[in-house]
């Protein structure tokens, strides 16, 4: 099975939150492949930039200390917005629905928005 993690599933992870319940947790470490969006990346840039989130420890190094494999934005991810109806308005998740999409991947997310979109999901 091939992942895609939601930009605050990744911090849920490394925090060991209870938000994450253990079957997900057991989905995550059972994965073939967990991929962690480089439009995460620039999520949480912004909102570290912005003084909306504090980490101890760079989001790059999280994501690669979790053993997860980074997945850049390519072109082809970007031209799949625009097949994208405009169900959610968030930039970063848009990019999440297109890049599963693309990659065939299962999306673990707690965010309703992804819901309309059809791809598969696994809800946090």
Do not use: C
Request: proline share 5%; aromatic share 8%.
């Amino acid at each position: 099975m091939r992942l895609l993690l939601d930009t605050h599933v990744v911090l849920w992870w490394r925090q060991d939150s209870p938000q994450l319940n253990a079957a997900v947790r057991r989905t995550i470490r059972s994965a073939g492949v967990v991929l962690v969006s480089a439009a995460s990346g620039w999520e949480v840039a912004v909102k570290l930039s912005i003084g909306k989130l504090r980490l101890s420890d760079s989001f790059a190094r999280m994501v690669k200390d979790s053993g997860f494999t980074d997945l850049p934005v390519t072109l082809t991810h970007a031209e799949q917005i625009t097949a994208l109806p405009r169900h959610h308005g968030d930039p970063f998740d848009r990019m999440l629905v297109a890049q599963a999409r693309v990659e065939g991947a299962t999306v673990i997310t707690h965010d309703r928005q992804f819901e309309p979109y059809g791809v598969p999901i696994i809800w946090v």
